[in-house]
Each structure stands twice: as structure tokens, then as C-alpha cells.
């Protein structure tokens, strides 16, 4: 180091080397490699990256056991017990008809009438006979103790009254069957046969069909038909049928389906509304064995992916987790898991399509979608 003098007559000043241009390059890089480690550890970088860090929005549902009644499902078709023609048991023409199509009569009510001049003038002749025969019987009832009339005309005259008698009964049976009456309580149909017509025994004057109640018939599967027996409750539902209706299992088959294998049911279904008719197809479900704890979800949770069954859910980290499932029947707009998920699992119903594992979720309530033809306690 040298001592230099000032040209201005001042004091002598030291003066520094200069530094060489590679010595002054390594020191500018370690001073910003520093810097930057200095950054990168502090509190405040790491929240700001995290908070950039993307979140995909989803619904979730948190499961919990809820009591849950086992039910079969089958597609049943409703029959009417008694449908049948009406038609008269005599020839004639008819002279009346009495009932408008559509209506429910009751049994007994008369349907039509067949002109009955011929069965009447016939009723009349037999019941002359039988008044007179019965005439005669009791004349000789008051003789034959006094021995006014031999035992033999007393037994003859009273023979006699039984064959008149027997002659008025048909006579009377053939005047009723004049008027053609409903066999039991029903529905009665179009007319088949016209006012003034000519009608013989055995053709249809209409039909009437019983209504109240009604029979359905559907079948189980061969694993199911342990599970089922007279007298459990089914519950039938519809297209444009307001709510269930409810019914009791009054027979089952005594075979299975040779090709089929599946077990023949009949239930009774109460119709006294006449809401239901014979033809219908309609959803039986069989509610059978007491209710269980069972897990459900919606089922628009569910993500079929190839031959796998997958719903994905909140993990505890509050990132995506996808699950394999086991599903067990399903109910309206939920489905029943078997197996892969636990009470507590937070199962995500909307947003699935957005989500891989490990993305970071912002979780809102379950949002059920609305279906006015569901009942409440269907979704």
C-alpha cells in the first residue's frame, strides 16, 4: 500500500487496490444466491404459495348409519280376481238395458231384461197349479181322519203338490233368469249386444270386472324366494301414480320357472278409489325382515370407471381421495354400499368430473336433486 500526496497541498490518503473483474463476479453471485435462500425460507413465501395453490369446489355428504328395511324389487303386472261376460241363461230378445259403461254396480243389480211375456204366462199357470194341488192336500188332511178319503187319493192328491210345487220353482227360476243381474260388485263395460236384439245363452251382453281388490303378480329370483312368505307387505308404484300403495302377499307358487327359475308371487291391492286398473305394469318392491343399519348415498355420488365401481371422497387432509365401492340395492335416487366406506366418510355427490387424487377441495353442503315425483323421503 502507498502513501500518496494530495495535489492541493493536503494530507496523504491510502488508496485500495482494485479488485480483479473474476474476484468481483463470484462475490455478486453469492451475494444474490444468498438473498434468494433468504426469501425462500421465510414464512411469508410459503403462504403466499399456498395460498395460490388451485382448490376445486364439490359437494360432500357425510355418511352415517341410518335404519334401513331390506326390500326386493320386481316388475308385477295388475289382474283383476273376477272378469268375466255377462250373458243370459234363457234366449229372448232384450227389452232393456240398465247400466251405463264405466259404472261400478253392485251384485245383484239388473243389468238388462229380456222380454219375459212367454216365462211369465207360464210362472202364472204354474202357480194355478200348485194353489189348486195345495188345495186338494189340505182338503184331505181334514177328511182322511173321519175316513173320507182313502189313504191311497191322500198320499196320490199330496204327490201331486210336490210336482206342482217343483213346477212353480223352475217356472220362477226361468222368469228371473229374465233379468240378467251383476254376479258380484264391479266395473261393468261397453254393451256387446243392442236394445231389441235377439240374445242366446252364453252370449255377452258386456263385461264386468272386479276392481277392489286387485291382484298383482310378479316373480323373484330363486335367491330370493327364502326371504319371502304369505302376508309380508309390498309396495306398488307407478308412472302417474300419486305416492305407494301398499298391499299384503296372499299365495306363492309351488314351483320355479323351469327356464327362468324364478318363483311366481300374488298380492292383494286394496283399490277402493279405483286409481289402479287391471293391465297395469308396476314397480313391487317386498319389504321383508326387520330394518337394519345400513350406509347410503346418493347415487350420483357413484363413478363407474371400466369394471370398477369408485366414488370419490374429502380425505382428512382435506384433499381428493378416490374409493372402491361394493353396492347394494337401490332406492329411488340413493343406493345402499356394502362394503368401502364407514360411517364418517365425507362422500362427494357434485363436482367429480373436475377431480384427481390429491387435488385440493373447497367443500360445500350435498344440494339432493329435485324430483317432483319423489316423495321427500325418497332423495
Not at 211369465?120 to 200348485?130: H, R
Not at 203338490?161 to 261393468?188: V, W, Y
Amino acid at each position: 500500500m502507498t502513501g500518496l500526496r494530495d495535489d492541493r497541498g493536503g494530507a496523504a490518503r491510502t488508496s485500495v487496490p482494485a479488485l480483479a473483474p473474476g474476484l468481483a463476479m463470484a462475490l455478486g453471485l453469492a451475494t444474490a444466491l444468498s438473498l434468494a435462500l433468504a426469501l425462500a425460507g421465510s414464512p411469508g413465501e410459503a403462504a403466499y404459495a399456498a395460498a395460490a395453490e388451485q382448490r376445486v369446489t364439490v359437494q360432500a355428504i357425510t355418511l352415517e348409519a341410518v335404519p334401513l328395511q331390506r326390500r326386493l324389487s320386481a316388475i308385477g303386472t295388475l289382474e283383476s280376481p273376477a272378469d268375466t261376460a255377462i250373458t243370459p241363461a234363457v234366449a229372448g230378445r232384450i227389452i232393456a238395458i240398465d247400466f251405463s259403461p264405466g259404472s261400478v254396480v253392485a251384485e245383484g243389480t239388473i243389468l238388462a231384461r229380456l222380454d219375459d211375456t212367454t216365462a211369465s204366462a207360464a210362472f202364472k199357470a204354474a202357480a194355478a197349479e200348485q194353489a189348486n194341488a195345495l188345495a186338494v192336500f189340505q182338503h184331505d188332511e181334514k177328511l182322511l181322519p173321519l175316513g173320507g178319503v182313502s189313504a191311497e187319493q191322500a198320499l196320490s192328491d199330496a204327490s201331486a203338490l210336490d210336482t206342482a210345487e217343483a213346477d212353480l220353482a223352475k217356472a220362477k227360476a226361468l222368469l228371473d233368469e229374465t233379468q240378467i243381474k251383476a254376479p258380484f260388485t264391479g266395473a261393468i263395460g261397453f254393451p256387446e249386444a243392442s236394445l231389441g236384439a235377439l240374445i242366446e245363452p252364453g252370449q255377452a251382453i258386456a263385461r264386468i270386472v272386479k276392481l277392489d281388490p286387485l291382484l298383482v303378480r310378479f316373480s323373484l329370483s330363486q335367491q330370493d324366494m327364502g326371504a319371502v312368505h304369505v302376508g309380508e307387505r309390498v309396495e306398488l308404484t307407478a308412472p302417474g301414480l300419486a305416492g305407494r300403495v301398499g298391499g299384503q302377499i296372499t299365495a306363492l307358487g309351488q314351483t320355479l320357472d323351469p327356464e327362468l327359475h324364478t318363483l311366481r308371487v300374488e298380492a292383494a291391492v286394496p283399490n277402493g278409489a279405483s286409481h289402479l286398473k287391471p293391465g297395469m305394469f308396476v314397480d313391487v318392491e317386498v319389504v321383508v325382515g326387520g330394518a337394519e343399519k345400513a350406509l347410503l348415498i346418493p347415487a350420483q355420488a357413484v363413478v363407474p370407471m371400466g369394471g370398477a365401481t369408485l366414488v370419490w371422497c374429502v380425505g382428512p387432509d382435506g384433499r381428493a381421495v378416490r374409493k372402491s365401492v361394493t353396492l347394494g340395492r337401490y332406492r329411488q335416487t340413493m343406493v345402499e354400499v356394502m362394503a368401502g366406506l364407514k360411517p364418517g366418510d365425507r362422500v362427494i355427490t357434485a363436482g367429480q368430473q373436475r377431480l384427481e387424487a390429491g387435488v385440493a377441495l373447497r367443500v360445500t353442503p350435498y344440494e339432493p336433486v329435485a324430483n317432483p315425483e319423489l316423495s321427500p323421503a325418497d332423495h
